[in-house]
């Protein structure tokens, strides 16, 4: 028998939601376990070597000197990187005042005049502002049937298959009372799709947190929820809080369409 | 100057590591590191609407994600004068169980019970404990299949909401955790017997003070508005701040607490020290032929302490469900989401994580937050840690000392003391008063 793909699972900044969604993953945590050879997950255990390895997951994003340090390094030795989550897909909620250069003045207001010197700390980026990245698998925190079809595909050497689709589609399916229709600030049609549409299927918007869908239409929606009386600012903080680095970058590009 | 150093805390939530500095034969400082990134968000949550808190606090740590969005909601109704009704209670204390069950059986299970039967992880111990394991894995699944239920999504669920919930589950999903809960109370009962059972070292003991939330009523729970501390007073949540004193550590991107200059402990011991009387039924048998005085001194028995409490969660679940089941029509309509009046106030709210005493504060005006602190209980515990790994590091040195073993187990019993506190490194980073 071939001999197991070697994995390791890591913590960056972040809520550790995308490796505890796997230690969750109960029926199949023995056959995660089985599937891969493990040689590193710091939060489940305590035999770790770092080594060679065929594919590395990354939770949370980077706002560390040390973190930066250890992202290029991995990537010295590792075949596939793969994020899982907003965090390290796009920067994650702590990235929602990207490019706002409000960074250095929220740090003061919370360390005060002598903050901690054991690291340097920055605004929060995700992982492939630093290095090349194979795989994104968004979500706060990533879905865990998502992940399992998608691990066992990179284990097999196949490439990530997500859907580009937003979360309207699988609201659709669910037969849910559009929220939009009722004049409630929805982020279905510009989310990326994956979650089953859990929050509108309990009569709540979506807010976002698989971050932008790349089939989303972001014009018509800012158009859309202007028209329902929603301010600009309003809707571009609710577009910030999940979507992060790659919602700033989308954005960047419809602002002046929108605009006009 | 010989140091140990632990570089990289295992079988935790996020990034700490330990520096024990020996010279001459006597350990010199203690330093329990955090190099965890901050993330800052006691500043996200600023010009935000009180339901974008709800979205945003939660995602502080996944494995209080549940008590981060309780504590907040407590907090913000408290400050906008929004009254709970008894139907969003009790489904909360359903969702704040499934939180419970989840988070103390990922601890005691996966995260301390390695140690304790010699493996590196959980997954190892298969081969020779197969039923342990898989008992771990059911209730677990449990608890996660509850806040699945009640807020849509095993963590970061968005339907607890400020005012109530967007739905409410069905009658047969909720007698469905009613019947899987009488199904599991054996495997409950199992736990508490395996962990009573286990050989608990000794070399870290030292006396702390001891805090938790007042449950409302005569009985055990995890949420009130005011502490208990093991000394004898009684202090109201508003008082915070002086319950916990938080101040920045040179070496830790963590900010510490103590109180009357001095550590205390809050958690699953904290509570069975202040609260253990006050449990009924099996969990109350448990407790009695558990608890010893050895849980004043001996941090390691919070593991003990987490497993009764999974067995008071399985057994206080079937009776809830009956509650909530039996006026079934009554909850649905009282826990629809109340709006908010004015949209200005300003109030504290706390909640039991897991792993302790957790306050949210906001300041709102007109519907905007302008103020926010958090304290979390693993930034309280940190000071408590550190002194009880200079009394392991101290007891140990003088140990090898005396024999020719040496301070090989050194290391394995400081990770042990951390571990026992149920470290949520995620949550202690970054977390502050905003003036």
């Known amino acids: ?260 | 100057m010989k140091e140990i150093r632990i570089p990289a805390l295992a079988r935790v939530e996020g990034h700490g590591n330990i520096t024990v500095q020996i010279a001459k034969n006597k350990v010199q400082n203690v330093l329990l590191n955090i190099p965890e990134g901050p993330r800052l968000f006691e500043t996200l949550v600023i010009g935000k609407t009180p339901s974008e808190v709800v979205n945003i606090v939660p995602r502080i740590c996944a494995i209080c994600s549940v008590s981060h969005r309780y504590a907040a909601i407590r907090a913000l109704e408290r400050a906008l004068d929004i009254k709970e009704t008894k139907a969003t209670n009790a489904l909360r204390t359903l969702m704040h169980f499934g939180e419970m069950i989840e988070s103390n059986s990922l601890h005691a299970y996966l995260l301390a019970l390695p140690d304790f039967l010699g493996y590196p992880n959980a997954v190892a111990m298969v081969d020779k404990y197969a039923p342990a394991v898989l008992r771990a894995l059911r209730l677990k699944k449990f608890g996660n299949h509850i806040m699945e239920v009640i807020t849509a999504r095993w963590t970061h669920g968005e339907n607890a909401a400020v005012g109530g919930f967007g739905a409410v589950p069905s009658k047969q999903n909720l007698l469905d955790i009613k019947n899987q809960a009488l199904t599991l109370l054996p495997d409950a009962e199992e736990t508490v017997e395996l962990f009573r059972n286990l050989h608990y070292p000794t070399s870290m003991e030292e006396g702390m003070t001891f805090m938790c939330l007042k449950p409302p009523t005569e009985k055990y729970g995890f949420v009130g508005n005011s502490v208990l501390i093991s000394s004898g007073q009684e202090v109201p949540i508003e008082d915070y701040l002086k319950l916990t004193n938080e101040r920045v550590v040179d070496h830790s991107n963590a900010k510490r607490c103590s109180y009357n200059d001095k550590p205390f402990v809050v958690g699953a011991l904290a509570r069975m020290n202040l609260l253990g009387e006050r449990l009924h039924g099996k969990a109350a048998e448990a407790f009695k032929r558990c608890y010893s005085l050895s849980w004043i001194r001996n941090p390691l028995y919070t593991n003990l302490a987490q497993v009764i409490e999974i067995l008071f969660c399985v057994e206080q679940i079937p009776i809830l469900v009956d509650q909530i089941v039996k006026g079934y029509d009554k909850v649905v309509t009282d826990s629809k989401i109340q709006k908010p009046g004015g949209g200005t106030g300003k109030n504290v709210g706390a909640v039991e994580a897991p792993r302790g005493t957790l306050y949210h504060y906001y300041e709102v005006n007109r519907g905007l937050i302008t103020g926010a602190n958090m304290i979390i209980p693993t930034t309280q515990n940190l000071d408590a840690m550190e002194t009880h790994i200079r009394v392991a590091a101290e007891n140990l040195l003088h140990a090898a000392l005396s024999s020719a073993q040496g301070t090989k187990d050194m290391n394995l019993i400081l990770e042990m003391v951390v571990r026992s506190y149920d470290p949520c490194i995620s949550c202690s980073v970054h977390v502050v008063n905003l003036d």
């Open chain 1, 1 to 260: 028998m071939a001999e197991k793909p070697k994995a390791g699972f890591y913590n960056l900044s972040g809520c550790s939601g995308c490796l505890l969604t796997i230690l969750n993953c109960e029926d199949n945590l023995l056959d995660i376990f089985n599937g891969a050879n493990v040689v590193s997950f710091l939060m489940a255990n305590s035999a770790n070597i770092e080594k060679d390895l065929d594919v590395a997951f990354l939770d949370g994003s980077v706002t560390t000197d040390e973190q930066e340090e250890f992202v290029t390094e991995l990537r010295t030795r590792t075949k596939k990187i793969v994020c899982l989550g907003v965090c390290s897909c796009y920067g994650g909620v702590q990235a929602m005042e990207y490019e706002k250069n409000t960074w250095p003045t929220r740090f003061k207001k919370v360390y005060g005049a002598k903050p901690p010197t054991i690291t340097k700390p920055f605004e929060s980026r995700p992982v492939d502002a630093f290095i090349p990245v194979d795989y994104y698998l968004p979500g706060c925190p990533i879905d865990a049937n998502q992940f399992l079809y998608n691990f066992a595909r990179i284990l097999r050497g196949l490439p990530v298959d997500i859907p580009r689709t937003p979360v309207c589609l699988e609201c659709k399916w669910r037969e849910n009372e559009c929220l939009l229709l009722k004049n409630i600030m929805c982020l279905g049609p510009v989310t990326a799709t994956g979650c089953n549409a859990r929050c509108p299927s309990v009569n709540l918007p979506c807010v976002g947190c698989f971050g932008p869908a790349d089939e989303g239409n972001l014009t018509s929606e800012f158009n859309l929820l202007k028209e329902k009386g929603f301010s600009f600012p309003e809707i571009e903080r609710k577009l910030r809080m999940f979507g992060g680095v790659k919602f700033v970058n989308k954005f960047k590009t419809i602002w002046k369409k929108v605009k006009k």
